[in-house]
């Protein structure tokens, strides 16, 4: 289980927690609140200091006006507050869930658990615009990029994920489709010939592979992702997801992407950014 939270000028608090936890509120939860209300009582008393003396409340002839922009105050701050959304997600083999540069869930089932394929729903609260981040990974056993090395079953293995962003009210606000930006840091075997070397070896033959680091601050709403190739939409005949993705009901928006490759990309960084 994740709990986060990201300061920043557009957004205020953003909290997490899992589904089972939805609706309820966590002592992390309250706290993130507290600190918010502290928050805005500081900035309150910084532009309009007068609230906070008793003598304003008793002076009888301003007491209409201040009393009027105390509650447009309170009514602004109120529409600021932290709204909850619900998300799921389903990757072949595993994934990490970023906001706004911070990473706020993660797969809970290995990547080296042998097919690892299931869903994960969990919650997060925030305030104001989001860049949503998701990193995804299809299993390799080392840099050929393959699995079940060295048995009958040798093979590139493939990937693919998918994701619907809800609001409380249940409205969808984010699917995963061709308008997510991806960049791939992984992609192995260049020659998919590997797959039929009785020794492949990576970085030789046909077993060579490209690899990037993850580039800083991926996922955080300034970074530049104009470079990033729009996310490439696969059909759920191509993926074939099984094993928790028949657990969520998908919106008909939602769909499975991944890089240009399905098999030889093996690590995919994925983001959007909604209002
Ligand atoms: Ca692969
Ligand atoms: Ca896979």
Redesign the pocket.
Known sequence: MFFSLVESPAESVLTVHRIREWGVSTTRHKVVKFLGFIRFLHIAYTVLPYLFDISFYLDSTVINKRFLTALLLTATAQAAQAETYRVDVWA??WFEFHINGERVAEDSVSITTERSFNAESFSFDASGPITLGLMAK??KENDTGL?YIGTRRQQL???GVIAQIKNSNGDIVAVTDATWRCLVIHTAPLDKACADESNPVAGEGSCQFTAIDTPTDWSTPDFDDSQWLSAIVYSEQAVSPKHGYDDIAWTSEAELIWGPDLETNNTVLCRLSID
Do not use: L, M, P
Request: hydrophobic fraction near 10%; proline fraction near 0%; avoid cysteine.
């Open positions: 072949d083999n299809d299993f699995e293995g493939d990937g």
